[in-house]
Each structure stands twice: as structure tokens, then as C-alpha cells.
């Protein structure tokens, strides 16, 4: 539901050059009202994916001209057709890097990006063995995870006992839907990333890469204080970071699109300041941010990533002129307080009447079940909201949340 800002974009901009727009997808639904043609097919295989394209293109009487996705799991998927029918694209070994989280550790390494320490566990004795070199506090995450989902920090032994079967299954029961889900699984034994815990504040990059030059458009500030669950509630742009510092992270976002090989095309760029000033990439993905990101960078600094991502794939360079001074823009991302039944949303009607409100939206009704992070990667809902001057959007968001929330009642009352 997040990202129907980007299919409804996609339709004006196919309407305004003329083209179709073909979506393969295994279960569409409202998806399908932005689209010429819906194609059904197991997404969760890259070979299906691909075969679906070659149907396609064996109907159509134009040849396909882009493929594009904005789904995180796809990535891989969109570079093997991308590859087969000779469109720009990022290259499948750079898609692999940008999903396989391990083999993206590797290629960081490799390429001597700041980092993290990491190891592999598939066991709990190999978790104990991993804190010994990577030490505590200590992150578990998923190796082919999607946003926070079944990541958690451990901080002793005993923690690390208590969570690290829970984060291990979920890490693979929670993402078999992904195209790389059982090559991944068997390669790696069922295990999951334990990685250094690295202090300090933590932001993300949204940057688009034009025939191999980097051009770093928006970095979002996220506030709150994360973990153990690290769940994505709230973001903001402009950074409020010094000029020195905001030079420090052009120059390692440079370094992770070639440590990975990313030459054209969206990205997303994750990274904790180590002692306030140096990035120390998280991880990296080689598409745009998720969820509310399109709109905040388009609102902040008025380039359209989704435009400007169609262009790439058609081999048209994209016109970008971030305005002079960015606007600020801040969104939430909505979590209940406890898992449980929805039984009231309170205060939307209030929240959505707001003049500092430019979307507010909850995905879910009332009688759904709501998980929590970390058995969740995204909220139930998103706001998004804009300001004057970047000292008022700390104030606002905490005004916002106490407007609007997600009551829940534990399930079985």
C-alpha cells in the first residue's frame, strides 16, 4: 500500500511517453488499477519471472522497452530480465550483492568500506563463538531480510541464548516468498548475520547513480533511539548533520555503489556515525527507498525518484535539480504498541485535517491481526508530514503521535 504513489507515478509517466505498463506479479490486487496488463506468475522464482517476460514479449507487438521494480525482493529478479532482453539495469552479480547480505559484507570488505565486524551462525554455539570476535552488544539479522524484519540486538549471553533461535527461524520462515530464499538457506545452513553493534546516530541516503557518477540527493535523519528491534518509525530530511560530516557520507556512498558495482539506477544506503562523524555502512540496496521515502525526497527537494528511475531504465538520463534549499519533511511509519486485534485507530480524521499533514494512511482494518517488530518489517500505516524550519520536526512528529494511534487487543479477549 506504501508504494501506490509509485505505480500511480508510473501510470502518468507511461501515459504522458506512451507506453504500456506490464506487471508480473503472483498475487495482484489493487496493484492492478495502474496498469495496462497484469501478468500472474511465481514471483518468488527468478526463472518464472523471467519465463512470464519471454511470454510477454512473445505477445506484444513492441518490444519490451524497460523493466523497473520497487519491490526490495524483486531486485534480482528485474536484472536477470533486464540482462536477457539487453536493457540498462543494474548487472545481476550487483543485484546478488544487493540482497545477499553476507556476500554484500564480502564485497564491502573486498572494497574496503567501513563496516561493521561480522560472522555466520547457523548454531547457537556458533553465535557464542561469533560474540568472541565480534563482541557485544551484538546484532542478529536475517541474511536476505527486507527492513527490520527479524533483526534484534543482543547484549549478553544470556540475551543472545534467549533470542537467537527466534531471530534464526524467522529469518528464513518469514521471507520464503523471496526469490532467493532457498538457494540462500542451503548455502548458508540456515544461518543469520551477527554483526558489531556500532553507536551512534543513524541515517539513510537516497542517491541516484547516472552512467557511474553518484548523485547524492536526500539524507534522512532517524531520530529516535534504536534496538533492540531497530524498527524504522521515523525518519526526517534535510540531515540537521554538518557540511563536514555530510561530506563524509557522499564520499563512503561513492565507496559502497562501487564496492558493489552499482552504475546506474536508484539507491538506498544505510549507516550508523560511528562517534557522531563516520559512516560505517549498515547495508545498501540497489533501489530506492521503501514506503514513504518517494514522497519525502520529491516533497524535501523536488526531484521525482520514480521518474527519474523510469528514465534510467529506458537509457534516457534523467533531468535532476534538487531546488536550492530543501524543504523539511518528516514520516512515520505506524506501529500499535503490542501485537494483537486492531480496535480502534484513534485520531486519524484529527491527524488528516492537520495543515502540516500531506498523507496519512492505514493499510489495515479494524479485526486485522497487527504484528510488531521484529516479526514485522513495516508499519500498518505511514504519515507524512512538513514543516518550516528543521527544529520544528521533532516537536511536530512527537505532537503527531500522541494525535494518532493503533489500539490493539491481545488476541483471544
Known amino acids: 500500500m506504501s508504494r501506490r504513489r509509485h505505480l500511480a507515478r508510473t501510470r502518468k ?3 504522458e511517453h506512451g507506453h504500456r505498463v506490464i506487471m508480473i506479479m503472483k498475487d495482484p490486487e489493487w496493484e492492478a488499477d495502474y496498469v495496462d496488463e497484469v501478468v500472474v506468475a511465481d514471483t518468488s522464482s527468478i526463472d518464472e519471472t523471467l519465463s512470464a517476460a519471454k511470454a510477454v514479449a512473445a505477445a506484444e507487438s513492441a518490444p519490451i522497452d524497460a523493466v523497473v521494480t520497487f519491490a526490495e525482493a524483486a531486485v534480482p529478479s528485474a536484472a536477470r530480465v533486464a540482462a536477457e532482453f539487453g536493457l540498462p539495469g543494474v548487472s545481476e552479480r550487483t543485484a546478488h550483492l544487493a540482497r545477499d547480505k553476507y556476500l554484500m559484507r564480502a564485497a564491502f570488505a573486498e572494497g574496503g568500506v567501513a563496516q561493521p565486524r561480522f560472522a555466520l551462525a547457523a548454531t547457537l554455539e556458533e553465535a557464542v563463538k561469533a560474540a568472541d570476535e565480534v563482541g557485544f552488544p551484538m546484532v542478529l539479522k536475517p541474511i536476505i531480510g527486507t527492513g527490520s524484519m527479524y533483526v534484534r540486538s543482543v547484549a549478553t549471553m ?3 541464548e534467549e533470542h537467537f533461535d527466534v531471530i ?3 529469518a528464513w520462515a518469514g521471507f520464503t516468498y523471496d526469490p532467493l530464499h532457498d538457494s540462500a538457506m542451503r548455502s548458508y545452513g540456515g544461518g543469520v548475520l551477527a554483526e558489531q553493534f556500532v553507536p551512534g546516530p543513524e541515517i539513510c541516503v537516497e542517491s541516484l547513480v547516472v552512467a557511474g557518477t553518484t548523485h547524492v540527493l536526500a539524507i534522512h535523519d532517524k531520530p529516535l533511539p534504536t534496538g533492540p528491534t531497530f524498527e524504522e518509525v521515523y525518519a526526517c530530511t534535510p540531515t540537521r548533520l554538518p557540511a563536514k560530516t555530510v561530506e563524509r557520507i557522499a564520499a563512503a556512498v561513492r565507496d559502497v555503489h562501487e564496492a558493489m558495482g552499482i552504475l546506474t539506477g536508484p539507491t538506498h544506503v544505510e549507516f550508523r556515525l560511528a562517534g557522531g562523524v563516520e559512516p560505517v555502512v549498515l547495508e545498501a540496496a540497489a ?8 514522497r519525502s525526497v520529491l516533497l524535501s527537494t523536488g526531484v521525482d525518484l520514480v521518474e527519474a528511475a523510469l528514465d534510467l531504465a529506458l537509457g534516457r538520463t534523467p533531468e535532476i535539480a534538487p531546488r536550492a534549499v530543501a524543504r523539511p519533511i518528516g ?18 480524521d484529527r491527524a488528516a485535517a492537520d495543515p502540516r499533514v500531506d498523507e496519512v494512511e492505514i493499510y489495515r ?14 508499519g500498518h500505516g505511514h504519515l507524512i508530514f512538513k514543516v518550516n524550519d528543521v527544529d520544528e520536526l521533532d516537536p511536530v512528529f512527537d505532537e503527531l503521535v500522541r494525535t494518532l494511534r493503533l489500539r490493539t487487543d491481545p488476541e483471544g479477549r
Open 13 to 15: 509517466y507511461a501515459d
Open 158 to 160: 544470556a540475551e543472545l
Open 168 to 170: 534464526r527461524e524467522g
Open 287 to 294: 533501489r530506492m527507498g521503501g514506503g514513504p521515502i518517494y
Open 331 to 348: 514520516f512515520w511509519n505506524i506501529f500499535p504498541e503490542r501485537a494483537g486485534t486492531l480496535s480502534e485507530i484513534v485520531g486519524l
Open 365 to 378: 482494518h479494524l479485526g486485522d491481526h497487527l504484528e510488531v517488530p521484529p516479526r514485522t518489517f513495516q
